[in-house]
């Protein structure tokens, strides 16, 4: 284990070389990210990874692997989402979007919660790794 030291250097280490991406590869990102909340079920499962972690507001909470999309398929369809206050922080293979999302559709009232998704980078293919939503009020 290293410490740091003294003079309160962190060690070299990947976390702590985060960094961003290039405009292109943001968009990419985002919209997979965008197509993650209007384009069902099937094409949220295209780009997730077949273990991942998803985390709700409660009910249904935590889901994990063919849990999510039991869920997903009762709840997908958002109309339309705006995604403000976007951020993206890179480490090597993972990429970390997190924004306020602010989504709709019909008989539904507006959806607003603070949202992270962690991508990974698996042989030039991202796939979604984890997606949190914290509903605001």
């Known amino acids: 284990m290293t410490l740091p030291t003294a003079t309160g250097r962190r060690p070299a280490h990947a976390a702590h070389k985060s960094g ?33 972690v998803m985390v709700f507001p409660y009910p249904p909470g935590i889901l994990q692997g063919d849990q999510i999309w039991t869920h997903l398929r009762q709840r997908t369809g958002w ?29 539904v009232p507006i ?15 991202w796939l979604r790794i984890s997606h949190q939503q914290t509903a605001v009020t």
């Open 20 to 52: 961003t991406q290039s405009p292109g590869e943001q968009g990419i990102l985002w919209d997979m990210e965008e197509h993650f909340w209007t384009s069902g079920a099937d094409n949220a499962r295209a780009t997730t990874a077949t273990n991942s």
């Open 79 to 107: 109309r339309s989402v705006s995604m403000a206050e976007r951020r993206v922080t890179r480490c090597g293979d993972i990429a970390i979007l997190t924004y306020r999302v602010s989504a709709e559709k019909v008989d």
């Open 111 to 125: 959806y607003k919660a603070l949202c992270a998704s962690t991508y990974l980078d698996d042989d030039d293919k």
